[in-house]
């Protein structure tokens, strides 16, 4: 796994990684579960099949969370609070219109705390609340994932400083099974 860390912007370091496999992905996603805060909104965003399930799988793992985690493409929801942090997975890719976020009472998902892990965020827009973090996945050339991470607030900013510190020092691990 290549990992490089590069300011953007003068906003703060953002972490870019190699992802070779699927083992990968999902041991980034257990590494970012050891980052969070109670209270954190993370836009995913990546073509399909570009691994954003799976990095919130491994996420998951790293949580301690067993069960199974599918994409919430259909139930555009899928709350996981088997683990140390309430964390509620959505994705609107099937949204036709934006306004399907408020009709869907979605909206009272973002109050409170719990981690918010946010597919297809832009089809939502402008009703979906400032995130936190953005993540972005897509398929390498060579093979594999790319995945950056940039922080959009000061509380992501935290947690992105807390998954470059915990990346750097060590490879991730791999999530427990």
């Not at 996981?80 to 399907?100: G, L, M, P, Q």
Request: charged share 25%.
């Amino acid at each position: 796994m290549v990992f490089e860390v590069h300011p953007r912007n003068d906003s703060g370091p953002s972490a870019r990684l190699h992802l070779p496999d699927e083992d990968a992905t999902l041991a980034a996603g257990a590494r970012l579960a050891t980052a969070l805060p109670p209270r954190l909104t993370i836009l995913l965003r990546g073509d399909l099949g570009a691994g954003k399930t799976t990095l919130t799988r491994g996420l998951l793992r790293g949580l301690g969370f067993t069960g199974r985690v599918k994409s919430p493409t259909y139930t555009l929801v899928e709350p996981y609070k088997d683990s140390r942090i309430s964390v509620y997975h959505f994705d609107f890719y099937r949204f036709t219109h934006a306004e399907e976020f408020l009709e869907a009472g979605l909206d009272e998902y973002f109050e409170g705390d719990g981690v918010r892990l946010v597919e297809w965020p832009d089809r939502a827009h402008p009703y979906l609340p400032a995130a936190d973090l953005e993540v972005l996945l897509h398929v390498a050339p060579s093979g594999g994932r790319e995945l950056s991470l940039r922080a959009l607030s000061p509380e992501g900013q935290t947690c992105l400083n807390d998954f470059i510190a915990h990346t750097a020092t060590r490879p991730p691990a791999s999530p427990p099974s």
